[in-house]
């Protein structure tokens, strides 16, 4: 067995030609705590949706991002772009009263928004992240959230 001395993907030798710094979002970014609530009607039916938050297409997202949501008036969870509803969350609100779409160490560990939403490429800019009814509402309710990102 040969011994080896490795680095981590944090870690530049800069007199390896095939070496690259690491992205200052990755090395040293810095942690922005979004904090809002959704509200909905029980007249609210079916096509509705709801503007959460806009997000830079290139940040990390972080395993504290939560959704509570024992209270939503809806009973399946459908989260995503305004034009893929389930891009990020699509699940029975049965399943749980706090959905969390991201786990330490899961498939999306590393990397960016837009590829975990299934972008094809790096649109720049922000993404706006939107709930969307897949049915009418139960009742009326609410959905407290967190969503927590790294940036450079």
Known sequence: MAIINGTSSLIHDPYD???RPPDPAVA???IVVMTGILLNAAT?????KYHLADLPSNCLMDPGTQFDVENDGFAQIVIGTESDADA???VAKSGGNTITPFAFGDANHGKRLWEILGLAADPGGNIALWKHAEANATGAGNMPFVIKYITA
Not at 44 to 48: A, I, K, Q, Y
């Open 17 to 19: 030609p095939a070496s």
């Open 28 to 30: 040293r970014g810095r």
């Open 44 to 48: 609210d039916s079916n096509g509705s």
């Open 88 to 90: 990020l969350i699509d």
